[in-house]
């Protein structure tokens, strides 16, 4: 941990150079060099460190609590910012402001960081501070990065509020010498002495400027533009951060334990009486199956794990955009067909992890692609995937017929391990197997592939060269050349959400992968079809190198689902991949086979 909270530190405290803080800069020199008032730019740090570190950590929360639009915060901080610049260009706006501000700070002022001075001192500098905090995106490395996704999924500990506040730390100390510093040169300067009520409106009408930039999102364009002329620091920043100390110290803290594959589903309520060996790692009871949505391939007809005891139940957890889940579901549907006579019961928990894939049609249609023809309870709410505290796709717990997980593995392979296990809970209700094993060939990759990367701002990473982007519009982008392996860029215009991004006029996407095959999860907006066209270094793709779903060289969008878009025919190797798209086309994530 100390390592971690080192380079968070370290992290914080080079964010001063960074180009997507740099449209910021005026707004806090602006405020900064009003009367001269040194508790004013440590109000103004203060704020903008204090509102970033709150919002950041608990956003997520207040929004399920309230069920509010997050961009009211943000309309109101560019109103307050409007407003503050207002008052430095328009005189009775000033006099206004100053006599509310040292009516409160006469109250205040035995506080002493308040201060009494005209201009507010430390209260009018901890306002504008506020304001900046909510609008403020700094450029995230992976342990910002880090911090972010695990705020936004609402598994925020101790820990995490200990990194953010040593990053804030780091932040805190350039940007209050820059604030400090600037006010002491111009209020000191006998040159600018005479000036100084031209200089303020000039800073007034820069602060009302980025103010609208702010509010149009253009903010964001400019920032990623500046990144794109600049990006040695995203290079520097990722290099200071992903050391081999920083990123184990990220996996825990994201609550990837260094465990071995074989320890997982290693039991924290051993059951009595029953016998363990090396194959069968778990020994827990079942949780309930719950709050589902739908009940597919039933009949509508509702399953409960306790009706089904004396029976083997196989509880496969799935979505069917998952690359990962696509490979096993032949292993599961092949297992179901030929041990459902002798006790096993399979349950393919449809667990979605994008919006789109809760809606009940889509999922029919993955069921008849995939010839499943076990139950599948939709589990839209993640209910029965948090009773089992489960966190992977694909995921299988095996039950006995007693009801308890006697057997867990996360993710794809050892699919003879499974079946040997299926049919060792089989026997232990008195049947005897007389079936083959299936002998299906395991398809997991056995070389590390370029990582599964999204496309929207919430678990964005690899975007280069500033690991992520900010939701807003964007116009005119200019996707950036010599991207790092295991990075993607972006050109043209675009829209970025929360869990996708839309593709806008003249929309390109380059990434730079590792893999033999390429998948990306994609939909039409409002269902309207659109097309992508796809290169592979520069030239079309063609026979040898095209993924199915591509025709003479493009791919059409006609529905909401995994697109492949690449098969090298076991060739892997180091590509550019680039995708040039017609408007309207969302992309969710890729996938690398």
């Not at 260009?89 to 006099?95: A, H, I």
């Not at 320890?263 to 009595?272: A, L, Q, S, T």
């Not at 008195?430 to 999204?454: A, C, F, H, Q």
């Amino acid at each position: 941990m100390t390592i971690l909270l080192l380079f968070a530190f370290l992290s914080g405290l080079v964010t001063i150079a960074a180009p997507c803080i740099w449209p910021l800069l005026p707004i806090i020199l602006s405020s900064s060099i009003l009367g001269n008032d040194h508790r004013r730019p440590l109000g103004i740090t203060i704020g903008i460190l204090v509102s970033f570190g709150i919002l950041t950590l608990t956003i997520s929360y207040l929004i399920s609590i309230f069920r509010f639009d997050p961009n009211i915060l943000r309309y109101v901080a560019v109103a307050i910012l409007l407003f503050l610049g207002a008052t430095m260009v328009v005189p009775p706006l000033t006099r206004i402001v100053e006599g509310w501000v040292s009516g409160f700070s006469g109250r205040f002022g035995g506080l002493g960081l308040l201060g009494k001075s005209s201009t507010g001192g430390f209260l009018a500098g901890f306002v504008t501070g506020l304001a900046l905090g909510v609008v403020w995106a700094p450029c995230a490395g992976p342990i910002l990065a880090a911090i972010a996704t695990l705020a936004a999924t609402r598994t925020v500990n101790l820990e995490i509020v200990l990194v953010t506040i040593v990053y804030l730390a780091g932040v805190g100390i350039p940007l209050f010498i820059f604030a400090y510093a600037g006010q002491r040169v111009i209020n000191r300067s006998r040159a600018l002495n005479k000036y100084t009520g031209t200089i303020q409106k000039i800073f007034g009408i820069i602060m009302i400027a980025t103010a609208f930039l702010i509010a149009t999102n253009y903010d964001k364009a400019l920032q990623a533009k500046l990144l794109d002329a600049f990006p040695a620091y995203s290079d520097f920043l990722v290099k200071l951060e992903s050391n081999e100390g920083v990123r184990k110290q990220l996996d825990i803290l994201r609550g990837k334990k260094q465990e071995k594959d074989d320890m997982v589903g290693k039991p924290f309520n051993p059951m009595p009486g029953k016998k363990q060996n090396d194959l069968l790692n778990a020994n827990f009871p079942a949780p309930e199956i719950t709050g589902i949505t739908n009940w597919l391939n039933t009949n509508g007809k509702a399953l409960s794990l306790a009706e089904l005891r004396g029976k083997v139940v196989l509880m496969d957890f799935w979505t069917y955009t998952c690359i990962n889940c696509i490979r096993t579901l032949p292993h599961v549907t092949s297992w179901y067909e030929k041990y459902k006579d002798t006790g096993l019961h399979v349950s393919g928990v449809h667990t979605p992890e994008f919006e789109f894939e809760k809606k009940t049609e889509n999922v029919k249609a993955a069921i008849k692609q995939y010839g499943i023809n076990y139950p599948v309870p939709q589990d839209n709410d993640y209910a029965t995937w948090n009773a089992f505290n489960n966190r992977y796709w694909p995921a299988k717990y095996l039950i006995d017929k007693d009801g308890i997980v006697r057997y867990v593995h996360f993710g794809e392979g050892k699919y003879e391990e499974t079946e040997k296990a299926i049919r060792l809970l089989l026997e232990e209700t008195g049947t005897k197997i007389k079936e083959d094993m299936s002998g299906l060939p395991d398809e997991t990759p056995r070389v590390r592939n370029s990582p599964e990367t999204y496309l929207g701002s919430f678990r964005m990473a690899y975007y280069f060269p500033n690991d992520r982007i900010d939701n807003g519009e964007y116009k005119s982008l200019k996707a950036s050349s010599g991207i790092s392996t295991n990075s993607f860029t972006i050109g043209g215009d675009w829209t970025i959400m929360d869990e996708y991004s839309i593709s806008g006029s003249n929309a390109v996407l380059e990434y730079k992968f590792l893999a033999n095959k390429v998948f990306l999860v994609m939909r039409p907006k409002n269902g309207s079809e659109g097309k992508i066209r796809v290169l592979l270094d520069g030239k079309v793709v063609n026979s040898s190198n095209s993924g199915k779903d591509v025709v003479n060289g493009f791919i059409p969008i006609t529905s909401d689902r995994l697109y492949e878009l690449i098969d090298l025919r076991g060739n892997r190797g180091e590509h550019l991949l680039r995708l040039e798209f017609s408007p309207g086309i969302e992309v969710f994530a890729f996938t690398f086979g």
